[in-house]
């Protein structure tokens, strides 16, 4: 089987045409280039739908590959797409992502050159820096954080200055500039009911970045009861008595405010399904609003009665076998997961899998690769996805994984690390709320001499 449409095709066609006629992003907005890098996959964790039009209609998806010098997509029905796997992954994966970087990379410095008055050209050549990890000043050499700020001087609205923010803080973040990401970070939040609706997840997840689920919660009560949720088999609809509890529990379960707040939020989700949604679509409910945050939750938490789901992922199954001290079992688990981690970069995960898979690393007994997991996704960090801020769940996730980085740095000798590594958390979360002072404690210790 193969997608209709050529992707191929599509990227020559706009790549012809902004080439030939530069002026085309400025008649068609900031649509033509989404659309170029929607078409594209520039990004990590992006991936191609599209459906099988028969008696039945069936979803599909893809990640790019080439073929030869080609981009091309094999599509794999939905639920096995999700479940990855190195069958799902091409070989040329990441050469595909690093040939629609640079076609990115091109345009989107040809169309800032030629509207350099343009805060959407400016802003898209930003953001293909940052693809390509050029992130900050080299003599010579454009730089996604100073783009940023030649685009955010052309802002004329609030929401248009807030909005390059939030990509400012996500620079200095792969930077490693703490300080001046709280600072960033306090900032937008002092002024987060002028933002654009398209930027709601992102200061949710600010506010859980600097450790604050009262503001993150605060935040969300604004969508709470907004209807439709995007997910890989279409938009679908929520019963807005689900949304409340729904974010208040990943927002105690990602931060580790308390396992009883954990387990009181996870009741109301699970009561609100039962009231308000069919038996037949429960199950999916439970998949996409419920089981996420727990499996997230286990290192606080501990077991609950989902783990025993015949739809459980391959992290609940390794969780399982650690809640019933079935340590082989854990480790087969463990290696399930690595299996279908494919080619991906250690940069490309979400930080907070791979804060859990470290976690579960090291209590199936191997401390010394949880330790070396995580190093290797820390240094990567400058080359981390673009999605940081797009889930509440990746920036409080790269909190927990710090933190981790930081108690397993110290435990196995390399204190210097340990203090930088908790240095990092203090510093963002200086203003965290008292919820979760008792997260810091240990990490004070770390920064003593």
Known sequence: MRFRTSRHTAVEAYRRALELVPS????????????????????????????????????????????????????????????????????????????????????????????????????????????????DSVPGVPSALPQVQRARALASTRAETIHLDVISLRLRLKLGRWSDARALADSILADADSAATGDQLSLESIALLVGRPSVALRLGARTADRDTLYTPRGAIARPAALGGPAQALVAHAITGTSPDSVRLYAERVREGIRQFVGSQDAPFFRQLILEPPLTLAYPDVGAFPELTSPEATTFMLAEAAHARGDRAALRAALASIDAGSGNVRPGDEGPELVHLYAWLQR????????????????????????????????????????????ELSWHGGDRAEAQRAAAAVLALWGGADPLLAARLTPLRQYRSP
């Open 24 to 135: 085309f992003p400025n008649a068609y907005g900031t649509a033509a280039i989404l659309r170029l890098e929607q078409i594209l996959i520039a990004t990590p964790n992006g991936y191609i739908a599209g459906f099988q039009l028969e008696a039945d209609t069936v979803a599909y998806a893809a990640l790019p590959g080439l073929i030869a010098d080609s981009l091309a997509a094999v599509p794999w029905p939905i639920e096995r797409f999700m479940r990855g796997g190195p069958q799902v992954t091409p070989a040329s994966y990441q050469a595909a992502l690093q040939r629609s970087r640079g076609i990115l990379l091109r345009l989107t410095e040809r169309w800032a050159r030629e509207a350099p008055a343009n805060l959407r050209a400016q802003e898209a050549f930003a953001l293909a820096l940052e693809n390509v990890t050029r992130l």
């Open 363 to 406: 209590a199936a007994g191997d401390t010394t690769g949880a330790r070396a997991f995580v190093a290797r996704y820390v240094a990567s960090l400058p080359a981390s996805s673009r999605e940081l801020f797009n889930a509440p769940t990746g920036a409080a996730g790269l909190m927990r994984l710090l933190m981790l980085h930081a």
